[in-house]
């Protein structure tokens, strides 16, 4: 009898039906089930598991359909003889013993590794405070509009631009949804040879520190800032330029004369949240011309900002290209989509999509194809218009429920209306790491800020709280919750 091969801990986020057959197929694949013997008939394994006889019924007639299994006449089920033997080759590599493995941290010519990176716990969603950013309530997110774009990519209309490699090409659907719907609300207008699609903001900013920096670059950033594009250019060993961050954004000074890059968050800094000045703008483009350096804006959540009179993005009064324009769909649509964009001078997309062809040649151009056709079905407008609500409620609730529980730690008295966080000052005495160790062990998660500061010695009693995925109606407690582990402290 076979029937102590099949022993499956059912996972509840999947369906039944699928993880049996999966079952069934690995025992098939790895040759475990004999080629003589026949398989538990339907009503004996609808037992065994727990599950309907139809089930079965159904699994066994789409094995049959598909050549796994054949059915035998008064006898059942059997493995068919095409998938019995299994792919693996033998090498006996257990009896050859390693002598010499190479030393790898020996032919290391960089250690990203070893650099600090903001720390996110995979299983966030079993906290019942998450205060992280990035990430989203996924009961919000319109399944049935994006399946509705998935099922329109696959008919024989649409699925000819994605099944076949594009080369170094982006869907031209996608580039013109971006050119023409997304891009003028950002006051910026583009030829279509002037945008590429990428893999979200961090890719944008590896090929352009890739093609752009070496150890002779000098790039500013805002400091405190975006870990990641400080990390990006370090790789590169480009120098790096702290920039003070105060409530007008990035300040703008002498000290940015001498770089050749200056890398900003202008509409809501990462990680505090203010908006750059309109004053402060145009004092960075002036310069940006007189000083010869080039701007690289990081537009990231400009589809999500509430607020009713936004300024323009600076790439729309650029008039001597010296603004690279960076745009992402990860926090309008989905952090897991991963779907950015560039926009800048023509003969810079070429070097970078050249560069990027060697890399990963394009994006999943069945992504960008389903994406193009959520933009122009109009799902994306429907759901952004609902997302900003959303947002903009829990913005408030949070505001309330910080200077009810935590009055004194707010940094700025005007949060953008575009940001899903808030930055917070603890006393000084006050270690938010040992803060957020405590409030995990509490349900609670938090983000230390030390990260996002460049200084040799950053100051350790900052931190994070995003609201974006935590439900609206838990703000309010969770706040409490995080102030009784501060009294702690």
């Not at 992280?132 to 009961?139: H, L, N, S, T, V």
Request: proline share 6%; hydrophobic share 35%.
């Amino acid at each position: 009898m076979l029937d102590h091969h099949f022993h499956i801990e059912f996972d509840p986020e999947r369906t039944l039906q699928d993880q049996i057959r999966e079952c069934l197929v690995n025992l098939i694949l790895t040759g475990t089930l004999p080629l003589d013997e026949p398989l538990p008939s339907s009503r004996n394994l609808s037992k065994k598991l727990g599950v309907s006889r139809n089930t079965i019924v159904l699994i066994y007639e789409n094995l049959v359909a598909t050549g796994f299994i054949e059915a035998h006449a008064r006898k059942g089920f059997f493995v068919s003889k095409n998938f019995h033997n299994p792919e693996n080759i033998d090498t006996d590599s257990d009896q050859n013993p390693i002598i010499a493995a190479p030393s790898w941290s020996n032919r290391f010519q960089k250690n990203p590794s070893n650099r600090q990176n903001i720390v996110k716990p995979n299983d966030w969603q079993t906290f019942e405070y998450p205060f992280i950013y990035g990430q989203i309530q996924r009961e919000f997110f319109p399944l049935e509009q994006w399946r509705d774009s998935v099922r329109k990519s696959m008919s024989g209309k649409w699925n000819k631009y994605w099944i076949n490699d594009m080369v170094d090409s982006d869907d031209p659907l996608l580039i013109e949804q971006i050119r023409t719907r997304l891009l003028p609300r950002r006051g910026v207008y583009a030829e279509a040879s002037e945008i590429l699609i990428t893999i979200g903001t961090q890719n944008s900013l590896y090929l352009l520190a890739n093609l752009l920096c070496s150890s002779k670059t000098r790039v500013a950033m805002e400091n405190p800032g975006f870990r990641d594009a400080l990390n990006i250019f370090s790789l590169f060993d480009s120098q790096i330029q702290k920039q003070p961050v105060d409530q007008d954004g990035i300040t703008v000074d002498n000290h940015l004369d001498d770089c050749d890059y200056v890398y900003i968050t202008p509409s809501t800094q990462v990680p505090t949240g203010v908006e750059l000045s309109k004053t402060r703008r145009k004092s960075l483009l002036d310069k940006a011309v007189k000083q010869d350096f080039v701007i690289i804006e990081d537009d990231y959540d400009a589809e999500i900002n509430n607020k009713i009179n936004r300024q323009p993005a600076i790439k729309a009064f650029d008039r001597n290209n010296r603004v690279i324009y960076i745009g992402s769909m990860s926090k309008s649509i989905s952090p897991g989509i991963r779907v950015g964009f560039m926009v800048a001078d023509e003969e810079l997309i070429t070097e970078v999509r050249a560069l990027r062809r060697l890399m990963y040649r394009h994006p999943p151009v069945n992504i960008q194809r389903q994406l193009s056709l959520f933009l122009s079905l109009g799902y994306y407008d429907t759901y952004l218009r609902k997302l900003r609500v959303i947002n903009s409620s829990k913005l408030q609730r949070m505001i309330e429920a910080v200077n009810r529980h935590l009055p004194d730690m707010m940094t700025t008295q005007n949060v953008s209306q575009g940001a899903t966080s808030v930055w917070l000052e603890a006393p000084n005495h006050v270690n938010t790491e040992e803060v957020a160790w405590l409030a995990a062990r509490n349900s609670i998660l938090i983000e230390p800020g030390a990260v996002h500061f460049s200084n040799e010695n950053p100051p350790k009693n900052f931190f994070r709280l995003g609201f974006s995925a935590i439900e609206t109606h838990k703000i309010e407690p969770g706040i409490a919750a995080l102030k009784d582990v501060f009294d702690n402290f």
